[in-house]
């Protein structure tokens, strides 16, 4: 990472002429609970030592300036001038700007370049984290004082407003409140989160990415949460307390299964039955048993194939030879899905198998090459220095 920090920061001097202030952001990793964030349950996250490095400065005007190292491309554009932009990586900067000034913060424009090391539309939200990274630099440069839970919202706000993806808030949330070998329990509905230590040295979190690419805003997310939706209309004539699917028991989907259009049935009881899993995930990190989360990491995955149908033949092959290694705990595909990557949980000492049978089944299956990357949870989004 210090490399990272270094060619950030000289081409900030470069550029711009001073001193930057330094940023890290991280990307993150979820164990388990996915497409429940959006239906106010439950998730398993962390932030992880992938990050994006930002440099940043303020103004005392409105102009903003920002340079992208891995796209080598800059941008300009004014604090009251802010519109999307075909290369599109400045849409999650200005989408942050646009949320300060919609809710009346005292800013001015900034000085900014950044670069990373989070696959890029991978799977891990390097979206969340330049949008996470850059609230959190607003808040430090302009002095506002603003708690982590205002800086995640407005970076999901951005994401869901500037960018037009209709994500949840599990991935600013991680990328704000991640902490060093620990990840995070949230309730999405009540924004309540509680820390589990994540710390045995003996077990790896190991990302392997069908470098596959989806567009999650033309994807089939929105699909999913309207389907969601749906099923809560149908159960909600009958138990008016329903909001959610969060209130939502495998009882009364089966009571009411008549009702239902069956994709939309399988879509509600996948999301109810891993909002269990997640509740008993955590039960077993707490009792220190692995083989009993990565079941579940399995299982989980099964109903995302299955039910919830956002894998891929890619991310199937991924998790299917993964499970073939020993020393595997559990293998699933992570985030929305469709492309990205899977998280496998691994023995430290079956790291090196695990990459050369993942590799090699993968390349043989589909004539890719996959990456495999061995992650670390760290801490969330800082300053450095
Ligand atoms: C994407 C979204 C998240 C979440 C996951 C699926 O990563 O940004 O809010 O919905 O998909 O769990």
Redesign the pocket.
């Known amino acids: 990472m210090e490399k990272l920090v270094e060619s950030v920061r000289q081409s900030f001097v470069r550029k711009f002429g001073r001193r930057p202030v330094m940023i890290a952001s991280p990307g993150r990793i979820?164990l388990i609970g996915?497409?429940?964030?959006?239906n106010e349950g439950f998730?398993l996250p962390g932030a992880t030592d992938r990050v994006v490095v930002m440099a940043v400065a303020e103004r005392d005007d409105e102009l903003c300036r920002f340079y992208s190292l891995d796209f080598d491309q800059s941008y300009e554009t004014t604090l009251n001038r802010l519109q999307r932009s075909p290369l599109r990586w400045p849409d999650y900067l200005q989408g942050v700007l646009d949320q300060f000034l919609k809710a009346g913060y005292r800013i001015k424009g900034v000085d900014l370049v950044f670069g990373g090391n989070i696959p890029i539309g991978g799977g891990m939200?390097s979206s969340?984290a330049v949008e996470g990274g850059m609230a959190f630099a607003l808040n430090y440069l302009y002095q506002l004082g603003l708690d982590l839970l205002t800086l995640t919202r407005i970076a999901q706000k951005a994401e869901n407003e500037f960018v037009g993806v209709k994500?949840?808030?599990?991935?600013m949330f991680a990328n704000l409140h991640g902490q060093a070998k620990k990840v995070m329990k949230i309730d999405c509905r009540t924004l309540e989160f509680e820390y589990f230590p994540f710390e045995r040295e003996d077990v790896r979190v190991v990302i392997s990415d069908t470098m596959v690419r989806r567009e999650?805003a033309s994807s089939e997310?929105n699909v999913r949460r309207r389907q969601c939706e749906e099923g809560v209309k149908i159960l909600q004539k009958y138990y008016p307390a329903v909001k959610s699917l969060r209130d939502v028991t495998l009882e009364m989907l089966e009571t009411h299964r008549q009702e239902f259009d069956p994709v939309v049935w399988k879509r509600c009881a996948y999301v109810v039955r891993e909002n269990l899993r997640v509740e008993k995930a955590c039960q077993d990190l707490k009792n220190n048993d692995f083989v009993a989360f990565g079941q579940k990491m399995n299982e989980s995955h099964e109903g995302l194939k299955n039910d919830y149908e956002v894998s891929s033949a890619e991310l199937n092959i991924l998790v299917e030879s993964a499970r073939q290694v020993p020393g595997v705990f559990g293998s699933r595909m992570m985030?929305?899905g469709f492309g990205g990557c899977t998280i496998s949980l691994v023995e430290a000492g079956a790291v090196d198998i695990f990459r050369e049978k993942v590799s090699a089944d993968y390349q043989k299956q589909t004539g890719k090459e996959p990456a495999v990357h061995v992650v670390r949870v760290e801490a969330g989004t800082r300053l450095l220095e």
């Open positions: 979820n996915e497409h429940t964030d959006y998730v939200s969340a994500c949840g808030i599990m991935d999650l997310y985030g929305a």
